[in-house]
């Protein structure tokens, strides 16, 4: 079973729009959550990290959590091309065995 | 640049060849993990340690993989018996002993078995 959903699976936004991609986990042990980034050809890299309710913004990216549905949000705000990627939600329950859980991850197209 | 290294990039093995990976974890990263990212993008988890000692491994891990992270050497992971199904992208991350699920990412080797 799949602790860690993303939706959607593809998502093709317009040079300057704003894209927005979801993140669902099914593990209330969850307490950190991360979204990666991974272009083409390379390994993924962390783009941000939330671990409070609430959003979090960093540039033209912001990150909203909400514990209580366990529902993570990433929004791009003026898309640009090389924003063109894989994007994956992470979770983790912070125990011991650093158990980082991945989704199945977001294709996102910034068409110019 | 990735600071974490990984060698090689890209590996052609035939079925029942043995394919061994190295990595190189972050300086100062105790722990390091060992990811399988398929052709569908999908990560699965093999096996991470914590210096040399082995945190947790799943079943695929401990009958024809193996793995380790021996002080002042690359880590490496070892398919014995290579098989079809193992063709894939190996990612090697490592992390502070924090886990909050930060992980620095190498950029991966690339196996194919034909």
């Known amino acids: 079973q799949q602790k860690v959903q993303q939706s959607p699976e593809s998502l093709s936004v317009p040079e300057g729009g704003m894209a927005s991609l979801n993140c669902t986990s099914s593990?209330?042990?969850?307490?950190y959550f991360w979204w990666y980034r991974q272009h083409s050809g390379e390994g993924p890299k962390a783009l941000m990290s939330i671990f409070s309710d609430g959003d979090k913004k960093e540039g033209r990216f912001t990150a909203h959590l909400n514990k209580a549905s366990l529902h993570v949000s990433l929004h791009i705000r003026d898309s640009q091309p090389s924003d063109s990627a894989l994007y994956f939600c992470?979770?983790?329950?912070?125990?011991?065995?650093?158990?980082?859980?991945f989704g199945k991850g977001t294709h996102l197209h910034v068409l110019p | 640049n990735s600071k974490v290294i990984q060698t090689p990039r890209y590996l052609v093995k035939g079925q029942g060849q043995k394919a061994k990976m190295r990595c190189i974890p972050e300086k100062g990263h105790p722990v390091v993990f060992w990811y399988q990212q398929n052709k569908n993008n999908e990560f699965k988890f093999l096996i991470n340690f914590q210096n040399q000692e082995v945190l947790q491994q799943i079943d695929m891990t401990e009958k024809r993989f193996s793995a380790e992270c021996p002080s002042n050497s690359p880590c490496s992971l070892e398919i014995q018996s290579s098989e079809a199904g193992d063709s894939a992208l190996y990612l090697c991350?490592?992390?502070?002993?924090?886990?909050?699920?930060?992980?620095?990412f190498g950029e991966g080797s690339k196996l194919t078995v034909l």
């Open positions: 992470a979770a983790s329950d912070g125990t011991n065995a650093y158990k980082v859980i």
């Open positions: 593990d209330r042990n969850f307490q």
């Open positions: 991350a490592s992390s502070l002993r924090e886990g909050t699920g930060q992980l620095y």
